[in-house]
């Protein structure tokens, strides 16, 4: 890296040059319109299954039926000789090509039970429906498929481990033939005196509440290509991922090549939501197969495989405590949360980890402890879907504060007031540390501030006698509030690198993902702000391991953070050394020269410049001719940010509900959004990333479950049963930030993505339990459906 100045100090005019009339972009803030939507709303977008390759296979999966079952007889003769099919890969057939049959561990750990990652090809055993045993590689996909109903499998049924709940029954079944028990593990997370705190508390009040299995279900679902070069040993993978870098060395390692020789491309990615952060079974026996077979191999997931192959997130139950002081300070909170893992670990135990070490949320928490008991079942593998953890946690915390709210006769708003953490504690230590071993530090925002504003915006003081008048007309309005903290920039470190061409093309390449959120735009701007140039002259490249050695990909509302800070460091250290080598070939000092419009000129005469292009071809050298002194080749810079200390996102969420006690039907009136994201690069794609996040919380609150029968065989196979909250289910959205620079990145950003879903569900839950306060019922679990409402509405009328 060049070292003309410090890394990301930036290179200022000097102010005593003579005016003009030129004034430097401002891209950071800006309401730029996406570069990525040209191609996107003119059907340009190239997504996987949108890649041509000449002379493809074709790969479909046999899955399993059966939540747990032997396989005592498999026959391929039939599939193997239908026309049209190429190979059929069992699990003896598929290990050959590789150095393990068994799964990485996304996460590593010298705690969990070991041999508990998934098979790429399940052999004498399945665990859930939806296990892939066999892959049959023809043709085409209808060959494919006609070649899957050919196959002759004869099943041993097993015992099935369907709950939490049953997986610790003494005599349970075990969830494996392999597995030591149905527990993977069991923690204690906690701060502070927690027995004292109880001990001497005013109040205690106990909850147990449910949060329901659910999916992620992005737009595209799962797909992978892979074609290999034998002249090289080299194969190129594209596939819809969060993470190309990892896909990448979980390949090399499964197939025994050097990493130099696999390439990953994540093309056009439609929407993650966290299901895609992870190297599945088929990303590795895809490859293997076009190894195998020496032609391209395609695979596109269908619905029906999303739903039982694609990762699924919780059940969670949890049974908690909290204490209180009389005026309702909180003094502890304590309990137990069993977690449902599934039936195999292939990423680690950061969902509970996260869900039970964020419980305590925005609030003062004195004392803490929760008993962690992570099981496994027979159901499809769960990791975090969009808020990792973090929706769970403020379901919980924010039905307590609604518990004590209740019980003490304290209006609700100002309960959480009084245990808001306050602008004058930040940085405010929470007690705990988090996955990297870094003490959990909020490092700032304005919670009162931001709470005020959503009851401001809501008319929280005007509720009571809207609430009135309704209910004087028949009708049954309700009012929700829920506050959330997130913490976002999960490091250790995002790349970016930025490169100017001796044509003057300027490149960004960075290992973060694409997934349709507008990070494409985000970054360009941000080099923008530097370089001066358009926006549209940045191209950028996201997710490609050829084109970047390094990269952690997208999850916990990182990448406008960690990305973000390392294209700032690039851009300026670029823009540092464009000034420095026009100073030489200008013989004008730095401080009298600027960038503009890809060039750099001199201020108090701008028809003398060199453009970026210019030094760039300076800078490629030639031989016998030396570079400007004290200059190193390549007009280019790559940024590696890295941290361990995380910006923390803050929300305050109010909403109106109407329930109809006849019908059980809910229907959002209005909601209010007040968010802190730290500076905002572009405030027209952060409220659309507070649309999403809030949407994708209806859903956890009034729709998405994920259900399962006593033999673990799934009842909700398709978006018929399965519901996702559409746009006739969403409300107007009011969104309204405030904004807290953050002091943990150069760029004063904090994360965004996952931040609206999380107070979602706990606010709408409570505008429902109020609206329906006639009836004195309570609602401890989401989602919440209109059959539910009645049932309790039904239960309260005849008690």
Known sequence: MD?????????????????????????????APRIEDRALLRGEGRYLDDIRMPDPLHAAFLRSPHAHARITRLDLSAARALPG????????MISRELTSLRMPLGFPSATLQKDITPWVLSCTEVAFVGEAMVMVVAESRAIAEDALALIEVDFEPLPVVHDCHQALDDGSPVVRSDAVSNIAEQLQVGFGEVDAAFDGAAH????SLFVHRGAAHPMEGRGVLARHDPVEDAITVWTSTQMAHEVMHSIAAMLGMDQHNVRVIAPDVGGGFGCKYLTYPEEVAIPAAARCLGRPVKWVEDRAEHFVSAIHERDQYWDVDIAVDADGRIRGVRGRLLHDQGAYTPQGINLPYNAATSVTGPYRVPAY??????????KTPVIPVRGAGYPQAAFVMERLLDRVARELAIDRAALRLRNLIPPEKMPYDKGLTNRAGVRSIVDSGDYPATQAAALEHIDYAGFPAR???????????????????????RGPFESAAIRVSPLGRIDLYTGALAM??????????IAAEQLDVPLESIHVTCGDTGRISLGMGGFASRQTVMAGSSVHLAAVEVRNKALKVGEQLLGVPMDALRLRDGRVEVIAAPDRFVTLGDIA????GAPGYSLPPGITPGLESTGLFQTNSQAHANACHACEVEVDPGTGAVRILRYVAVHDSGRLVNPTMAEGQIHGGIVHGIGNALFEKMGYDDEAQPVTGTFADYLLPTSTEIPPIEVVFLETPSPTNPIGVKGIGEAGTIPV????????????????????????????????IDASTKA
């Open 3 to 31: 070292t003309i100045v410090p890394a990301g100090q930036v290179i200022e005019p000097a102010t005593a040059a003579p005016a003009d009339d030129y004034t430097a972009r401002r891209m950071f803030g800006a309401r």
């Open 85 to 92: 099919v190429v190979a059929v890969f069992d699990a003896e």
């Open 204 to 207: 205690v009040f106990t909850e």
């Open 369 to 378: 402890r929760m008993d962690v008991i992570i099981c496994q079942t027979n």
């Open 467 to 489: 609430q009135r008048e309704a209910r004087a007309r028949g009708r049954y309005l309700g009012l929700g509030l829920a506050n959330a903290v997130k913490a976002t920039s």
């Open 516 to 525: 349709g959120q507008g990070l494409a735009t985000a970054l360009a701007q």
């Open 617 to 620: 071809r300076k800078l490629k």
């Open 761 to 792: 569900a706990p606010a709408i839950v409570a505008a429902i339990e109020d609206a329906l306060s006639p009836w004195n019922i309570r609602l401890a679990e989401a989602p919440v459906s209109p059959v539910r409402l009645l049932e309790l």
